[in-house]
Protein backbone atom coordinates (compact mmCIF):
# COMPACT_ATOMS: atom_id res chain seq x y z
CA UNK A 1 0.00 0.00 0.00
CA UNK A 2 1.22 3.59 -1.18
CA UNK A 3 2.44 5.58 2.17
CA UNK A 4 0.24 8.14 0.65
CA UNK A 5 -2.67 6.48 0.35
CA UNK A 6 -4.95 7.55 3.12
CA UNK A 7 -3.36 10.92 2.45
CA UNK A 8 -4.35 11.64 -0.89
CA UNK A 9 -7.81 10.32 -0.23
CA UNK A 10 -8.77 12.88 2.70
CA UNK A 11 -7.03 15.65 2.09
CA UNK A 12 -9.16 17.83 -0.02
CA UNK A 13 -11.57 19.97 1.61
CA UNK A 14 -14.94 20.70 1.37
CA UNK A 15 -15.32 24.47 1.10
CA UNK A 16 -19.14 24.52 2.50
CA UNK A 17 -17.44 23.12 5.79
CA UNK A 18 -14.97 26.01 6.45
CA UNK A 19 -14.46 29.23 7.25
CA UNK A 20 -12.50 32.36 7.48
CA UNK A 21 -11.65 33.27 10.84
CA UNK A 22 -10.14 37.16 11.36
CA UNK A 23 -7.72 36.10 14.16
CA UNK A 24 -4.22 35.66 15.07
CA UNK A 25 -3.63 36.98 11.53
CA UNK A 26 -6.77 35.41 10.36
CA UNK A 27 -7.04 31.95 9.33
CA UNK A 28 -9.49 29.14 7.70
CA UNK A 29 -11.26 26.86 10.04
CA UNK A 30 -12.73 23.23 9.80
CA UNK A 31 -16.37 22.06 10.64
CA UNK A 32 -15.48 19.95 13.84
CA UNK A 33 -18.34 17.60 13.28
CA UNK A 34 -17.72 17.56 8.64
CA UNK A 35 -14.24 15.96 10.33
CA UNK A 36 -15.56 13.42 12.35
CA UNK A 37 -18.04 12.49 9.13
CA UNK A 38 -14.54 12.31 7.06
CA UNK A 39 -12.95 10.37 9.52
CA UNK A 40 -16.36 8.00 9.61
CA UNK A 41 -16.14 7.49 6.32
CA UNK A 42 -12.22 6.45 5.93
CA UNK A 43 -12.18 4.10 9.36
CA UNK A 44 -16.07 3.62 10.06
CA UNK A 45 -17.84 4.54 13.51
CA UNK A 46 -16.22 6.65 16.02
CA UNK A 47 -15.70 4.42 19.11
CA UNK A 48 -15.25 1.28 17.35
CA UNK A 49 -12.76 1.57 14.34
CA UNK A 50 -11.39 5.14 15.58
CA UNK A 51 -11.38 7.28 18.42
CA UNK A 52 -9.89 9.53 21.14
CA UNK A 53 -8.72 9.67 24.75
CA UNK A 54 -8.85 12.96 26.66
CA UNK A 55 -6.36 13.57 29.56
CA UNK A 56 -6.41 16.02 32.32
CA UNK A 57 -6.61 19.40 31.84
CA UNK A 58 -3.68 21.59 32.47
CA UNK A 59 -4.19 25.34 33.03
CA UNK A 60 -1.36 27.17 31.69
CA UNK A 61 -0.17 31.32 31.94
CA UNK A 62 -3.08 34.07 30.22
CA UNK A 63 -6.19 32.38 31.10
CA UNK A 64 -5.63 29.37 28.70
CA UNK A 65 -6.52 25.95 29.23
CA UNK A 66 -4.69 22.93 27.87
CA UNK A 67 -6.35 19.42 26.84
CA UNK A 68 -4.12 16.61 26.02
CA UNK A 69 -5.68 14.34 23.71
CA UNK A 70 -4.59 11.27 22.17
CA UNK A 71 -6.16 9.33 18.82
CA UNK A 72 -6.34 5.90 17.96
CA UNK A 73 -7.36 4.18 14.71
CA UNK A 74 -8.14 0.52 14.27
CA UNK A 75 -7.17 -0.85 17.73
CA UNK A 76 -6.98 1.75 20.82
CA UNK A 77 -3.39 0.35 21.17
CA UNK A 78 -2.39 1.65 18.24
CA UNK A 79 -2.37 5.47 18.99
CA UNK A 80 -0.20 8.70 18.91
CA UNK A 81 -0.23 11.85 20.72
CA UNK A 82 -1.06 13.73 22.88
CA UNK A 83 -2.08 16.62 20.80
CA UNK A 84 -2.87 19.24 23.30
CA UNK A 85 -5.54 21.56 22.21
CA UNK A 86 -5.66 25.33 23.40
CA UNK A 87 -8.60 27.37 24.71
CA UNK A 88 -9.31 30.67 26.45
CA UNK A 89 -10.80 30.48 29.83
CA UNK A 90 -12.44 33.44 30.05
CA UNK A 91 -12.89 36.35 27.46
CA UNK A 92 -14.03 40.13 27.25
CA UNK A 93 -13.19 43.01 25.34
CA UNK A 94 -10.55 45.58 26.70
CA UNK A 95 -11.62 47.31 29.91
CA UNK A 96 -14.70 44.93 30.35
CA UNK A 97 -14.85 42.05 33.52
CA UNK A 98 -13.71 38.96 31.53
CA UNK A 99 -16.72 35.96 31.02
CA UNK A 100 -15.73 32.53 31.80
CA UNK A 101 -16.43 30.56 28.47
CA UNK A 102 -18.06 27.67 29.39
CA UNK A 103 -17.46 25.81 26.26
CA UNK A 104 -13.27 26.17 26.52
CA UNK A 105 -13.02 22.37 27.49
CA UNK A 106 -15.15 21.45 24.12
CA UNK A 107 -12.90 24.19 22.09
CA UNK A 108 -9.74 22.89 23.47
CA UNK A 109 -10.98 19.16 22.82
CA UNK A 110 -11.69 19.87 19.60
CA UNK A 111 -8.49 21.88 18.65
CA UNK A 112 -6.43 18.63 19.53
CA UNK A 113 -8.33 16.37 17.53
CA UNK A 114 -8.48 19.06 14.31
CA UNK A 115 -4.36 19.12 14.95
CA UNK A 116 -4.30 15.13 14.97
CA UNK A 117 -6.72 13.66 12.18
CA UNK A 118 -4.26 16.93 9.96
CA UNK A 119 -1.34 14.59 10.68
CA UNK A 120 -3.08 11.87 8.91
CA UNK A 121 -3.75 14.06 5.95
CA UNK A 122 -7.11 15.04 6.63
CA UNK A 123 -8.33 18.54 5.06
CA UNK A 124 -4.17 18.80 4.62
CA UNK A 125 -5.28 21.68 2.21
CA UNK A 126 -6.23 23.90 4.52
CA UNK A 127 -3.06 23.46 6.59
CA UNK A 128 -1.12 23.58 3.88
CA UNK A 129 -2.29 27.01 2.76
CA UNK A 130 -3.49 26.55 -0.27
CA UNK A 131 -7.04 27.96 1.01
CA UNK A 132 -5.09 30.78 1.21
CA UNK A 133 -5.31 31.10 -2.89
CA UNK A 134 -9.12 31.85 -3.75
CA UNK A 135 -8.71 30.09 -7.59
CA UNK A 136 -7.64 26.74 -5.31
CA UNK A 137 -11.18 27.79 -3.32
CA UNK A 138 -13.31 27.90 -6.60
CA UNK A 139 -11.64 25.61 -8.41
CA UNK A 140 -12.27 23.35 -5.08
CA UNK A 141 -15.93 24.47 -5.07
CA UNK A 142 -16.49 23.52 -8.85
CA UNK A 143 -14.82 19.29 -8.28
CA UNK A 144 -17.00 19.36 -5.13
CA UNK A 145 -20.27 20.46 -7.03
CA UNK A 146 -19.39 18.20 -10.14
CA UNK A 147 -18.60 15.00 -8.00
CA UNK A 148 -22.35 15.53 -6.82
CA UNK A 149 -23.87 16.19 -9.90
CA UNK A 150 -25.80 13.33 -11.65
CA UNK A 151 -25.49 15.37 -15.22
CA UNK A 152 -22.08 15.46 -15.45
CA UNK A 153 -21.89 12.88 -18.18
CA UNK A 154 -24.55 14.63 -20.68
CA UNK A 155 -22.56 18.08 -19.56
CA UNK A 156 -19.27 16.47 -21.09
CA UNK A 157 -20.88 15.48 -23.85
CA UNK A 158 -22.64 18.91 -24.82
CA UNK A 159 -19.11 20.74 -23.95
CA UNK A 160 -17.44 17.66 -26.68
CA UNK A 161 -20.16 18.69 -29.14
CA UNK A 162 -19.60 22.81 -28.67
CA UNK A 163 -16.13 22.41 -29.11
CA UNK A 164 -16.51 20.49 -32.18
CA UNK A 165 -19.44 22.87 -33.92
CA UNK A 166 -18.60 24.73 -36.76
CA UNK A 167 -21.78 26.65 -37.23
CA UNK A 168 -24.07 28.79 -34.68
CA UNK A 169 -26.96 26.10 -36.03
CA UNK A 170 -24.63 22.99 -34.33
CA UNK A 171 -23.60 25.13 -31.33
CA UNK A 172 -27.44 26.43 -30.46
CA UNK A 173 -28.08 22.31 -30.99
CA UNK A 174 -25.20 21.72 -28.81
CA UNK A 175 -26.87 23.89 -26.29
CA UNK A 176 -30.40 22.80 -26.75
CA UNK A 177 -29.37 19.46 -25.24
CA UNK A 178 -29.75 20.47 -22.37
CA UNK A 179 -33.26 22.01 -22.61
CA UNK A 180 -34.42 19.48 -19.97
CA UNK A 181 -32.16 19.82 -16.99
CA UNK A 182 -31.63 23.98 -17.28
CA UNK A 183 -33.19 25.12 -14.84
CA UNK A 184 -32.37 21.93 -12.48
CA UNK A 185 -28.50 23.09 -13.53
CA UNK A 186 -28.59 26.81 -12.61
CA UNK A 187 -30.40 26.22 -9.18
CA UNK A 188 -28.45 23.20 -7.55
CA UNK A 189 -25.41 23.20 -9.90
CA UNK A 190 -24.48 27.10 -10.63
CA UNK A 191 -21.18 26.34 -11.53
CA UNK A 192 -21.67 23.61 -14.16
CA UNK A 193 -24.32 25.62 -15.71
CA UNK A 194 -22.16 28.91 -15.94
CA UNK A 195 -19.59 27.09 -16.88
CA UNK A 196 -21.27 25.99 -19.75
CA UNK A 197 -22.73 29.20 -20.60
CA UNK A 198 -19.03 30.61 -19.99
CA UNK A 199 -18.27 28.24 -23.20
CA UNK A 200 -20.85 28.62 -25.77
CA UNK A 201 -19.83 31.88 -25.66
CA UNK A 202 -16.32 31.60 -26.20
CA UNK A 203 -17.51 29.44 -28.99
CA UNK A 204 -19.70 31.84 -30.19
CA UNK A 205 -17.22 34.67 -30.81
CA UNK A 206 -15.15 31.75 -32.40
CA UNK A 207 -17.73 31.11 -34.76
CA UNK A 208 -18.71 34.78 -35.52
CA UNK A 209 -15.37 35.88 -36.65
Known sequence: ??????????????????????????????????????????????????????????????????IPVTLWVGDRRNTFGPQYGCAAIASGKAGQEPRPDTDAAKKATTDAITKLLSHLGFNADVFLGKFDDNKYVADRKREVEAASNPHTEQIDKVMSVMKEAETMDDLNKAIGLLSGIKDELKQKYGGAYQGVVNYYTTRKKEIEQ
Not at 40 to 52: C, D, E, L, N, Q
Open 1 to 66: MSNMKLWDAVSKTDPKYTKKVNQRGGFTAIDAHYQVQEATKAFGSVGIYWGYDVGAPIFGPHDLLL
